[in-house]
């Protein structure tokens, strides 16, 4: 049969209908013959009311796009082209275990860095691996693009644990960033170009250029200050200081806020913890306003309301991602990818989130050098951090969990890393079951 098979693992996620619309609007470049939706039964219930959404938008579209719902994983992925993953193991109740146990320490408790970050990933990588050797087995060819979070930690165990080369981890940052600076400028995105280069959620922008002239100075001089203008739903726009981003040379992303502002991040954490919950809290009444939205019989778009979600726009990078490799497009696209040299200061095994031209074999990283040396040292910390953290969620080794722990700049002592470790690996023991064999 002609036409492409695409899985989505997670289907009943909210972000899934910006997935859908995707596809709707790309149908005539990239002709979607079949969309799998996988969930599991604790998310039975999201994936009937999301399935029976994207069936609505895909009537409504007029487009031959059979939509499949099953928490069947493997009847899904046989004979894909395609697979995504977008999925929270523990649901959103141990995302909530993420952010508030380290707060209890005065640490940061965030989905993606800190110990929040490291436990995501432990809870994460074991699943995605299986699902790597699912794929192995029925659907070898297939692309995994995986925007679950933290993508460079998943990218980064895939690529050194198992059989899969053609991996991609995808982020909506860059795309944000993008966006902002285009907003800050004033100008359409378009005419915007950024050199990415980093990590996932440690990004910078080395140059940033409007209509091929290198304008990072003026941007820099239009984001300090109170608000930045490059902001993210989810998290806290501090503005930056004229002198530090002038003397740092190179564009932060959003979630730099937590390792140059750390205190003051702190603070406002604790005190929204208090006052309003957790970021996780507040997007369980997110996601429950959506999804009753969802269930109106008569909706057949997707809702504006997405946009609230932190991650809007990963499903647009999603299918714009496939689209070029499907269409051998050869744009410059920012995901994450094996180095092989792109970042001098980094391994060539290693993961890295920086540009790369999309081509129909995967895509090409663009060589950049070394980091500038203001950025290289945390860049180069972070991804000690993810490459420890990927061992010890493969092999469940208490002590390798303890040490990226330590190794996260976001930890003060290792004192307190034990006490964070030792609390969260209870908290989490259901979903961490590395960690707790038994004994023979």
């Known amino acids: 049969m002609s036409g492409i098979k695409i899985v989505t693992i997670g289907g009943g996620s909210s972000y899934t209908p910006e997935l859908v619309e995707g596809f ?22 999201k994936l009937q009311t999301v399935g029976a959404l994207a069936k609505r938008m895909v009537e409504k579209a007029g487009v031959p796009i059979e939509i499949h719902l099953t928490q069947d994983r493997r009847k899904a992925l046989a004979g894909a082209d395609f697979v995504t993953t977008q999925m929270r193991v523990g649901l959103l109740d141990a995302r909530i275990k993420d952010e508030r146990i380290p707060l209890k320490y005065g640490v940061i408790g965030q989905e993606t860095n800190g110990p929040g970050g490291l436990f995501k990933g432990l809870r994460t990588i074991p699943v995605i691996m299986d699902i790597c050797r699912d794929m ?171 946009e609230k979600r932190g991650g809007a726009y990963y499903s647009e990078a999603a299918c714009n991602l496939i689209y070029s490799i499907y269409n051998d497009k050869r ?12 970042i001098a200061s980094i391994p060539d095994d290693s993961a890295v989130e920086v540009n790369c031209v999309i081509t129909r074999e995967g895509p090409i990283p663009l060589a950049v050098g070394d980091l500038p040396v203001p950025v290289r040292g945390l860049v180069q910390q972070i991804k000690s951090f993810e490459r420890v953290a990927a061992e010890a969620a493969v092999t469940g080794d208490y002590h390798k969990a303890l040490l990226a722990m330590n190794i996260n700049p976001l930890v003060p002592s290792d004192v307190i890393a034990k006490k964070i470790l030792d609390e969260m690996l209870e908290a989490h023991k259901e979903h961490l079951p590395q960690f707790f064999k038994p004994v023979t």
């Open 331 to 342: 744009d410059i696209q920012t995901v994450n990818v094996r180095n092989n040299g792109a």
């Open 136 to 306: 192995e087995e029925l659907c070898p060819d297939a692309w995994l693009i995986n925007f679950t979070n933290p993508a460079g930690m998943v990218t980064e165990a895939v690529l050194r644990y198992t059989n899969r080369k053609k991996v991609i981890g995808l982020c909506n940052v860059p795309i944000g960033m993008k966006m902002g600076v285009a907003t800050v400028l004033g100008v359409d995105q378009s005419r915007v170009h950024i050199d990415f280069a980093g990590l996932n959620h440690m990004i910078f922008g080395l140059g940033v250029y409007l209509d091929g002239e290198n304008v990072i100075s003026q941007v820099i001089d239009k984001i300090t200050g109170d608000q930045s203008g490059i902001t993210m739903q989810n998290i806290l726009d501090l503005g930056w200081d004229k002198d530090f981003i002038k003397a740092l040379g190179v564009l932060p992303c959003p979630y730099h806020r937590y390792y140059y502002q750390t205190r003051t991040m702190l603070e406002h954490e604790l005190e929204e913890a208090e006052q309003k919950g957790t970021r996780a809290e507040v997007v369980k009444q997110v996601e429950a306003e959506l999804f009753a939205l969802y269930e109106d019989p008569d909706l057949d778009i997707k809702p504006p309301q997405l």
């Open 24 to 45: 709707i609007k790309r149908y005539d470049e990239l002709p979607v013959r079949e969309l799998w939706l996988v969930d599991i039964p604790e998310g039975e219930k």
